[in-house]
């Protein structure tokens, strides 16, 4: 076969380069080696580099929409520890990640305490979406409500909804640890009340139903808020305590087992349970989310 001389290759690369092809500029001069080797005809050739391209085209676009999401930290399942959190449907789970409550505008409802996993599974859910195509944007509820709030002032509220309606998938983090101003709680229901049946809506929250009248203070908007979310939707309890604080538990226990070996089995005498300065049940200091504050808590909060 006649070869192409450097002078064509300089030319071929500057067109691939103009035409945006990163993938053949990079890979063509190897792969057309390969395939002369292997006998590979210029089809097959064609057909290689066009799937090389397709695939890095595919996982940028997945990094960018993983970059647009804005996920405070990044959670896979993998990592979630469900017998830790027994209480959590993992059947159901599996079946979110697959995808299809998105295709179905349906909302996913994570409640629970604090520290149960519920920004953890809702983050992972985010991000099995991304990977599938889907733009995805990860929302604190207070920081959603500050962010329209801004844009009503500076009347780009038109904008800010124009974006917020391109998304798939709009995670709504923290419903219910500050309540809402009158104008915020409207705002959000505006939010809210768009995206029904348009966008699937996943929302996190500490607090029961019937407490949410808390936070977005008027029961008719309560009402018209729950009505939208709860139309269609997967709801996901987790009890118990912490993991936080569990983890914490444990590592200050590991310590303290260390300790004691080397001091040759000291006993501790100070109570069972008395990592934080916290009894067994430390349901009360938990809710307010103030012990274990352990470096993984910290980048969480
Ligand atoms: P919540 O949103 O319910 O307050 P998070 O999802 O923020 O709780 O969880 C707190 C921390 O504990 C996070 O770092 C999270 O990854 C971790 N975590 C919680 N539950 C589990 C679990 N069952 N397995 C592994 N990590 C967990
Ligand atoms: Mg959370």
Known sequence: ??????????????????????????????????????????????????????????????ERRLKAARFPNPKTLEDFQFEAQPSINRMLLGELLRGEYIEKREAVIFVGNPGTGKTHLA???????????????????????????????ERLLTRMKTQLAKLDVMILDELGYVPASKLGSELLFDVISTAYER?????????????????????????????????????????????RLKDARRRVGNKKAAAKTSLHGESDASGKHAVWGLPASANAAENQEKPAKTDESQRQN
């Open 123 to 153: 983050t992972a859910l985010g991000m099995a979406a991304c990977q599938q195509g889907k733009r995805v944007r990860f929302w604190r509820v207070t920081e959603l409500i500050t962010q329209l709030m801004e844009a009503r002032e």
């Open 199 to 243: 966008t699937s809506v996943i929302v996190t929250t500490n607090l029961p139903f019937e407490q949410w009248t808390e936070v977005l203070g008027s029961e008719r908007l309560t009402g018209a808020v729950l009505d939208r979310l709860t139309h269609r939707c997967h709801i996901l309890e987790s009890t118990g305590e912490s993991y």
């Open 1 to 62: 076969m006649k070869k192409l001389e450097t002078q064509s290759t300089v030319l071929l690369k500057h067109h691939l380069k103009a035409l945006k092809l990163p993938a053949f500029h990079a890979e063509c001069e190897k792969t057309a080696a390969r395939c002369a080797t292997e006998n590979v005809d210029h089809l097959g050739f064609l057909l290689q580099l066009s799937e090389l391209e397709l695939i890095q085209r595919e996982k940028r676009a997945s």
